[in-house]
């Protein structure tokens, strides 16, 4: 691979359903299209957008709109191995986007990719716990969950070879299976004094290539404001009791940047963004003379 050019495919996936929010479509696009240009190829996996459904989501196998996120992680995939890239850039979308993404590269890498997974949340439950695929994502990729989208891992992602970062609360159900596959994390307290946890993890299991999954609700709500958490106008109680990200925005800077040092970063999936602004300024324009014609 040395003096070989580096292949970098940009991935848009502008996904929903796996998180039940029409507002993961328009806040992805948005994002891609706030990226500077890129020399390396670009691909964009159809997604329906909410507002053309005819009909409400519907569970199947106790996995909310199954069918159409199992078609979209299989365009992915089909997407990433036309260009057979050596990094991808994923823009989501719920976080079940960086599923196709994490599976190819891990392959790619021998089975020995490192996956760093900046969240506030662990995103190892099954249908038992949630509807919902975004919250199940890395359990699928360690070869747990749905056997339709645990097949779609060809080499499950090594336990040992994972990180969590940011995570300060999970649930008995998630303890569980961060136990028995000793999943290692690292909480938002030791990160804001440096990244030596995360440092020291890379260097322990001599972790060459990296993927890196941002879900932006790991930072602070105060801080970061386009998230699931800051949404305008919302009613009293409104997603009590879900853990809220503790990072500052500059230490997930410093992470990165400290990570990069150490390691080889193949991967970046940027997850659960939501442009409050532009959903806002959307609904009033769609009420204004002339704009409908």
Same mark, same amino acid.
């Given at each position: 691979?040395?003096g070989k050019v580096k292949i970098t495919l940009r991935l848009h996936m502008p996904q929903w359903q796996g998180g039940n929010l029409n507002e993961y479509h328009l806040s992805s696009q948005l994002l891609s299209w706030l990226l500077p240009a890129s020399n390396g190829p670009d691909e964009t996996v159809?997604?329906?957008? %909410?507002?053309?459904?005819?009909? %409400?989501?519907?569970?199947?196998?106790?996995?909310?709109?199954?069918?159409?996120?199992?078609?979209?992680? &299989?365009?992915?995939?089909?997407?990433?191995? !036309?260009?057979?890239?050596? !990094?991808?850039?994923?823009?989501?979308?719920?976080?079940?986007?960086?599923?196709?993404?994490?599976?190819?590269?891990?392959? !790619?890498?021998?089975?020995?990719?490192?996956?760093?997974?900046?969240?506030?949340?662990?995103?190892?439950?099954?249908?038992?716990?949630?509807?919902?695929?975004?919250?199940?994502?890395?359990?699928?990729?360690?070869?747990?969950?749905?056997?339709?989208?645990?097949?779609?891992?060809?080499?499950?992602?090594?336990?040992?070879?994972?990180?969590?970062?940011?995570?300060?609360?999970?649930?008995?159900?998630?303890?569980?299976?961060? &136990?028995?596959?000793?999943? &290692?994390?690292?909480?938002?307290?030791?990160?804001?004094?440096?990244?030596? %946890?995360?440092?020291?993890?890379?260097?322990?299991?001599?972790?060459?290539?990296?993927?890196?999954?941002?879900?932006?609700?790991?930072?602070?709500?105060? &801080?970061?404001?386009?998230?699931?958490?800051?949404?305008?106008?919302?009613?009293?109680?409104?997603?009590?009791?879900?853990?809220?990200?503790?990072?500052?925005?500059?230490?997930?800077?410093?992470?990165?940047?400290?990570? /990069?040092? !150490?390691?080889?970063?193949?991967?970046?999936?940027?997850?659960?963004?939501?442009?409050?602004? /532009?959903? =806002?300024?959307? =609904?009033?324009? /769609?009420?204004?003379?002339?704009?409908?014609?």
């Amino acid at each position: 691979m040395e003096g070989k050019v580096k292949i970098t495919l940009r991935l848009h996936m502008p996904q929903w359903q796996g998180g039940n929010l029409n507002e993961y479509h328009l806040s992805s696009q948005l994002l891609s299209w706030l990226l500077p240009a890129s020399n390396g190829p670009d691909e964009t996996v159809r997604v329906v957008a %909410p507002d053309n459904l005819d009909e %409400p989501l519907k569970a199947e196998d106790g996995l909310l709109e199954k069918a159409a996120l199992l078609d979209q992680a &299989r365009a992915a995939r089909l997407a990433i191995e !036309r260009h057979m890239p050596d !990094r991808i850039l994923t823009i989501g979308g719920d976080c079940l986007v960086d599923l196709a993404p994490i599976a190819y590269l891990n392959k !790619r890498y021998g089975g020995r990719l490192g996956v760093l997974w900046i969240d506030a949340h662990p995103d190892v439950q099954t249908a038992k716990q949630t509807l919902h695929g975004h919250a199940q994502v890395l359990g699928m990729l360690l070869g747990r969950g749905d056997p339709d989208f645990v097949a779609e891992v060809d080499v499950p992602v090594n336990p040992a070879f994972v990180m969590y970062a940011g995570l300060d609360e999970w649930s008995p159900s998630e303890d569980e299976v961060l &136990r028995d596959l000793s999943l &290692r994390c690292t909480g938002s307290d030791e990160l804001s004094i440096d990244s030596t %946890p995360i440092v020291k993890w890379i260097e322990e299991h001599g972790i060459d290539h990296l993927s890196v999954h941002l879900d932006v609700d790991a930072m602070v709500p105060a &801080r970061f404001g386009p998230i699931l958490f800051n949404k305008p106008g919302a009613e009293p109680g409104f997603l009590d009791g879900v853990p809220r990200g503790r990072l500052e925005p500059e230490t997930v800077i410093r992470l990165l940047r400290d990570v /990069a040092m !150490r390691t080889y970063i193949v991967g970046l999936a940027i997850t659960e963004y939501i442009s409050w602004d /532009a959903i =806002q300024t959307r =609904q009033l324009l /769609a009420g204004l003379p002339l704009i409908l014609g």
